[in-house]
T-cell receptor
Framework: DGGITQSPKYLFRKEGQNVTLSCEQNLNHDAMYWYRQDPGQGLRLIYYSQIVNDFQKGDIAEGYSVSREKKESFPLTVTSAQKNPTAFYLC?????????????FGPGTRLTVT | SQKIEQNSEALNIQEGKTATLTCNYTNYSPAYLQWYRQDPGRGPVFLLLIRENEKEKRKERLKVTFDTTLKQSLFHITASQPADSATYLCASLYGGYQKVTFGIGTKLQVIP
């Protein structure tokens, strides 16, 4: 069963703690992305990676970090420096071969920081 | 900067009618536009992609148009069903087609 998995579905943390969100894909896609979605706003790009061991900042990278050590995995760390971390986080992947541009999304992780 | 605008107000239509959603873009000319469906609490699902040189694209009951003069894409669902109720997102590619910018989405409610 191919696809993207994100875990956990719900995550609760205390303010000041770092937290890592998991994203795994078995679609053999080169490109992976992290977005956050807030009520009344569109998806905003946090980080993206076109290839293993390389990643780029998106539009709202401050307070976040990522790694891409394996093609299948693109974990996102929400650090204590992120001022408003409570949000719905979505991971996506795309073939990245410039013949197909659709993004395949995971089910999302809803993070609540109090 | 690139901007994608969708009517944030919900659209309510009667079952069986055609739903039409609008996506406008400003400050740039995207080569591609995409449409996604998102159900509450879930990730978006890709529906259609249309290129700037394509006026129209169809997939089953879905139709997308791309008008570069009006800077607008229209998304139609014909013979709408209650199961079509969801939020529909318009998106465009930028950054050498490596990144996607999304509109806020329009919530569609199909009333039986």
């Amino acid at each position: 069963d191919g696809g993207i998995t994100q875990s956990p579905k719900y995550l609760f943390r205390k303010e000041g703690q770092n937290v890592t969100l998991s994203c795994e894909q078995n679609l053999n896609h080169d490109a992976m992305y992290w977005y956050r979605q807030d009520p009344g706003q569109g998806l905003r790009l946090i980080y993206y990676s076109q290839i293993v061991n390389d990643f780029q900042k998106g539009d709202i990278a401050e307070g976040y970090s990522v790694s891409r050590e394996k093609k299948e995995s693109f974990p996102l760390t929400v650090t204590s420096a992120q001022k408003n971390p409570t949000a719905f986080y979505l991971c996506a992947s795309s073939p990245g071969d410039r013949t197909s541009y659709e993004q395949y999304f995971g089910p999302g992780t809803r993070l609540t920081v109090t | 900067s690139q901007k994608i605008e969708q009517n944030s107000e919900a659209l309510n239509i009667q079952e069986g009618k055609t739903a039409t959603l609008t996506c406008n873009y400003t400050n740039y000319s995207p080569a591609y536009l995409q449409w996604y469906r998102q159900d509450p609490g879930r990730g978006p699902v890709f529906l259609l992609l249309i290129r700037e040189n394509e006026k129209e694209k169809r997939k089953e009951r879905l139709k997308v148009t791309f008008d570069t003069t009006l800077k607008q894409s229209l998304f139609h669902i014909t013979a709408s069903q209650p199961a079509d109720s969801a939020t529909y997102l318009c998106a465009s590619l930028y950054g050498g087609y490596q990144k996607v910018t999304f509109g806020i989405g329009t919530k569609l409610q199909v009333i039986p």
